[in-house]
Protein backbone atom coordinates (compact mmCIF):
# COMPACT_ATOMS: atom_id res chain seq x y z
CA UNK A 1 0.00 0.00 0.00
CA UNK A 2 3.10 2.66 0.51
CA UNK A 3 3.32 2.42 -2.76
CA UNK A 4 0.66 4.42 -3.35
CA UNK A 5 1.48 7.06 -0.31
CA UNK A 6 3.08 9.49 -3.00
CA UNK A 7 -0.01 9.69 -4.97
CA UNK A 8 -1.99 9.93 -2.42
CA UNK A 9 -0.49 12.59 -0.78
CA UNK A 10 -0.31 14.18 -4.02
CA UNK A 11 -3.74 13.43 -4.31
CA UNK A 12 -4.65 15.40 -0.66
CA UNK A 13 -3.11 18.50 -2.47
CA UNK A 14 -4.59 18.37 -5.46
CA UNK A 15 -8.02 18.10 -3.54
CA UNK A 16 -6.87 21.66 -1.57
CA UNK A 17 -6.62 22.89 -5.10
CA UNK A 18 -9.80 22.25 -6.26
CA UNK A 19 -11.64 23.66 -3.05
CA UNK A 20 -9.30 26.70 -3.89
CA UNK A 21 -10.02 26.92 -7.56
CA UNK A 22 -14.03 26.43 -6.72
CA UNK A 23 -13.63 28.57 -4.48
CA UNK A 24 -11.69 31.66 -5.65
CA UNK A 25 -13.24 34.77 -8.18
CA UNK A 26 -13.60 33.68 -11.89
CA UNK A 27 -11.20 36.66 -12.55
CA UNK A 28 -8.33 34.44 -10.28
CA UNK A 29 -8.91 30.89 -12.05
CA UNK A 30 -6.86 31.77 -15.10
CA UNK A 31 -4.45 32.52 -13.26
CA UNK A 32 -4.33 29.70 -10.61
CA UNK A 33 -4.73 27.04 -14.03
CA UNK A 34 -2.08 29.01 -15.70
CA UNK A 35 0.55 28.52 -12.63
CA UNK A 36 -0.05 25.21 -11.91
CA UNK A 37 0.12 24.50 -15.29
CA UNK A 38 4.16 25.93 -15.47
CA UNK A 39 4.90 24.64 -12.21
CA UNK A 40 3.66 20.84 -13.31
CA UNK A 41 7.16 21.03 -14.64
CA UNK A 42 9.42 21.47 -11.50
CA UNK A 43 8.80 17.65 -11.16
CA UNK A 44 11.38 17.33 -13.37
CA UNK A 45 13.87 18.20 -11.19
CA UNK A 46 13.32 15.37 -8.80
CA UNK A 47 16.64 13.58 -10.06
CA UNK A 48 18.04 15.83 -8.10
CA UNK A 49 16.08 15.16 -4.70
CA UNK A 50 16.16 11.47 -5.18
CA UNK A 51 17.77 8.85 -3.28
CA UNK A 52 19.77 11.99 -2.12
CA UNK A 53 16.84 13.34 0.42
CA UNK A 54 13.95 10.98 0.22
CA UNK A 55 13.35 7.69 -1.79
CA UNK A 56 9.46 7.35 -2.35
CA UNK A 57 8.47 3.95 -3.49
CA UNK A 58 5.88 4.95 -6.83
CA UNK A 59 3.76 3.89 -9.98
CA UNK A 60 6.40 1.93 -11.89
CA UNK A 61 8.78 2.56 -9.54
CA UNK A 62 9.70 5.19 -11.44
CA UNK A 63 11.41 7.05 -8.94
CA UNK A 64 13.82 4.94 -8.53
CA UNK A 65 14.30 3.22 -12.09
CA UNK A 66 14.44 7.05 -13.74
CA UNK A 67 15.15 9.99 -10.93
CA UNK A 68 10.98 11.38 -11.76
CA UNK A 69 7.76 10.07 -11.10
CA UNK A 70 4.11 10.74 -12.15
CA UNK A 71 3.22 11.68 -8.87
CA UNK A 72 5.51 14.81 -9.06
CA UNK A 73 3.61 16.44 -11.47
CA UNK A 74 0.43 16.27 -9.76
CA UNK A 75 2.40 17.63 -6.47
CA UNK A 76 4.05 20.39 -8.35
CA UNK A 77 0.61 21.34 -10.30
CA UNK A 78 -1.32 21.30 -7.00
CA UNK A 79 1.09 23.30 -4.83
CA UNK A 80 2.00 26.13 -7.53
CA UNK A 81 -2.21 26.57 -7.76
CA UNK A 82 -2.73 26.72 -4.00
CA UNK A 83 0.33 29.38 -3.28
CA UNK A 84 -0.36 31.57 -6.07
CA UNK A 85 -3.87 32.60 -4.98
CA UNK A 86 -3.85 32.22 -1.49
CA UNK A 87 -3.69 35.47 -0.45
CA UNK A 88 -6.16 36.49 -2.77
CA UNK A 89 -8.90 33.73 -1.30
CA UNK A 90 -7.66 35.47 2.35
CA UNK A 91 -7.85 39.21 1.44
CA UNK A 92 -10.24 40.92 -1.12
CA UNK A 93 -7.79 42.63 -3.61
CA UNK A 94 -7.88 42.57 -7.65
CA UNK A 95 -5.22 42.52 -9.95
CA UNK A 96 -4.35 46.13 -11.30
CA UNK A 97 -1.97 45.93 -14.70
CA UNK A 98 0.83 48.40 -14.45
CA UNK A 99 1.08 51.25 -16.49
CA UNK A 100 2.88 50.70 -19.59
CA UNK A 101 6.75 51.27 -19.58
CA UNK A 102 7.09 50.96 -16.24
CA UNK A 103 8.79 47.40 -16.13
CA UNK A 104 12.20 49.18 -17.99
CA UNK A 105 12.12 52.03 -14.65
CA UNK A 106 13.69 52.04 -11.40
CA UNK A 107 14.18 48.34 -9.80
CA UNK A 108 12.00 46.79 -12.32
CA UNK A 109 14.98 46.69 -14.53
CA UNK A 110 15.86 43.94 -12.76
CA UNK A 111 13.01 42.11 -13.50
CA UNK A 112 15.25 39.03 -15.53
CA UNK A 113 17.18 38.99 -12.56
CA UNK A 114 14.90 38.51 -10.13
CA UNK A 115 12.93 35.74 -11.71
CA UNK A 116 16.24 34.04 -12.51
CA UNK A 117 17.57 34.51 -9.14
CA UNK A 118 16.20 30.97 -7.86
CA UNK A 119 17.22 28.46 -10.11
CA UNK A 120 21.04 30.03 -10.83
CA UNK A 121 21.32 29.88 -6.98
CA UNK A 122 20.06 26.20 -6.94
CA UNK A 123 22.28 24.99 -9.63
CA UNK A 124 25.49 27.23 -8.06
CA UNK A 125 25.03 25.90 -4.39
CA UNK A 126 24.50 21.76 -5.75
CA UNK A 127 27.67 22.71 -7.92
CA UNK A 128 29.69 24.41 -5.86
CA UNK A 129 28.63 22.86 -2.08
CA UNK A 130 27.93 19.57 -0.48
CA UNK A 131 24.40 21.12 0.39
CA UNK A 132 21.77 18.03 0.61
CA UNK A 133 19.77 19.06 -2.38
CA UNK A 134 16.76 20.00 0.00
CA UNK A 135 18.69 22.79 1.86
CA UNK A 136 19.87 24.17 -1.55
CA UNK A 137 16.47 24.44 -2.97
CA UNK A 138 15.50 26.37 0.21
CA UNK A 139 18.63 28.65 0.42
CA UNK A 140 17.82 29.37 -3.58
CA UNK A 141 14.16 29.63 -3.12
CA UNK A 142 14.82 32.50 -0.21
CA UNK A 143 17.22 34.00 -2.27
CA UNK A 144 14.67 34.29 -5.08
CA UNK A 145 12.59 35.94 -2.24
CA UNK A 146 15.07 38.57 -1.46
CA UNK A 147 15.44 39.47 -5.49
CA UNK A 148 11.48 39.51 -6.26
CA UNK A 149 11.37 41.91 -2.75
CA UNK A 150 13.79 44.13 -4.01
CA UNK A 151 12.76 44.05 -7.49
CA UNK A 152 8.33 44.29 -6.76
CA UNK A 153 8.34 45.70 -3.35
CA UNK A 154 5.11 46.19 -3.69
CA UNK A 155 4.47 42.25 -3.65
CA UNK A 156 6.11 41.40 -0.26
CA UNK A 157 2.56 41.60 2.01
CA UNK A 158 1.44 38.96 -0.57
CA UNK A 159 5.01 36.88 -0.42
CA UNK A 160 5.00 36.61 3.20
CA UNK A 161 1.41 35.95 3.95
CA UNK A 162 1.61 33.20 1.53
CA UNK A 163 4.22 31.62 2.88
CA UNK A 164 2.95 31.24 6.03
CA UNK A 165 -0.58 30.06 4.64
CA UNK A 166 1.17 27.49 2.51
CA UNK A 167 3.08 26.13 5.36
CA UNK A 168 -0.24 25.91 7.60
CA UNK A 169 -1.91 23.95 4.54
CA UNK A 170 1.09 21.71 3.53
CA UNK A 171 1.40 21.04 7.19
CA UNK A 172 -2.08 19.84 7.86
CA UNK A 173 -1.80 17.83 4.35
CA UNK A 174 1.29 16.08 5.46
CA UNK A 175 -0.51 15.18 9.13
CA UNK A 176 -2.73 13.13 6.81
CA UNK A 177 -0.32 11.45 4.81
CA UNK A 178 1.21 10.33 8.27
CA UNK A 179 -2.54 9.24 9.99
CA UNK A 180 -3.39 7.38 6.44
CA UNK A 181 0.26 5.60 6.44
CA UNK A 182 2.34 5.78 9.79
CA UNK A 183 5.60 4.86 9.25
CA UNK A 184 6.03 5.88 5.84
CA UNK A 185 8.11 9.32 6.79
CA UNK A 186 10.66 6.56 8.61
CA UNK A 187 11.08 4.14 5.74
CA UNK A 188 11.41 7.34 2.55
CA UNK A 189 13.37 9.89 4.07
CA UNK A 190 16.79 9.99 4.16
CA UNK A 191 17.59 11.01 7.69
CA UNK A 192 20.74 10.56 7.53
CA UNK A 193 21.50 13.15 5.41
CA UNK A 194 19.13 15.91 6.95
CA UNK A 195 18.54 17.00 10.27
CA UNK A 196 16.21 14.14 11.08
CA UNK A 197 13.93 17.11 13.26
CA UNK A 198 10.24 15.70 13.21
CA UNK A 199 7.73 18.40 14.09
CA UNK A 200 4.53 16.29 14.67
CA UNK A 201 5.81 13.23 12.66
CA UNK A 202 6.12 16.21 10.11
CA UNK A 203 10.21 16.33 8.54
CA UNK A 204 11.97 19.79 9.37
CA UNK A 205 12.94 20.40 5.81
CA UNK A 206 9.86 19.82 4.55
CA UNK A 207 7.93 22.71 6.15
CA UNK A 208 10.91 24.88 6.09
CA UNK A 209 10.98 23.73 2.12
CA UNK A 210 6.90 24.88 2.21
CA UNK A 211 7.25 27.78 3.81
CA UNK A 212 10.19 28.88 1.27
CA UNK A 213 8.32 28.23 -1.84
CA UNK A 214 5.38 30.21 -0.94
CA UNK A 215 7.75 33.15 -0.40
CA UNK A 216 8.79 33.04 -3.72
CA UNK A 217 6.43 31.30 -6.18
CA UNK A 218 3.15 33.65 -4.44
CA UNK A 219 4.84 36.06 -6.76
CA UNK A 220 5.30 34.42 -9.85
CA UNK A 221 2.01 35.64 -11.58
CA UNK A 222 2.16 39.14 -10.91
CA UNK A 223 5.94 39.40 -11.25
CA UNK A 224 5.25 37.97 -15.23
CA UNK A 225 2.20 39.63 -16.15
CA UNK A 226 3.43 42.71 -14.78
CA UNK A 227 0.05 43.16 -12.40
CA UNK A 228 -0.34 44.48 -9.00
CA UNK A 229 -2.73 43.42 -6.71
CA UNK A 230 -5.11 46.25 -5.42
CA UNK A 231 -7.30 45.68 -1.85
CA UNK A 232 -10.61 45.97 -3.24
CA UNK A 233 -11.51 46.70 0.67
CA UNK A 234 -9.13 49.44 1.34
CA UNK A 235 -10.43 50.82 -1.85
CA UNK A 236 -14.16 50.77 -0.77
CA UNK A 237 -13.45 52.41 2.88
CA UNK A 238 -11.55 55.10 1.26
CA UNK A 239 -15.10 55.58 -1.33
CA UNK A 240 -17.08 56.05 1.65
CA UNK A 241 -14.47 58.46 3.44
Known amino acids: MDTYAYLIFSLFLLG ?36 AYWNPPTLFDLARRA ?9 CFAVGGIVVVMYEALLPARHVKMPAGEHRRGRHRFHFWAVVSAPIAFLLLLAATSFNPIYAAMIALVAGFFATWYCRPDLVSKMLVSGALFTGVYFVTFLLLNFTFP ?3 QAVWNFAAISGVLISGVPLE ?9 LYWSSVYEHFSWYRLKKVLNEKLNARV
Not at 206 to 214: V, Y
Open 206 to 214: ELLWAFSFG
Open 67 to 75: GFDLESFIF
Open 16 to 51: VWLIVFFSARSGSRPEIRRVSFWTMWLALTEPFFVP
Open 183 to 185: GYV
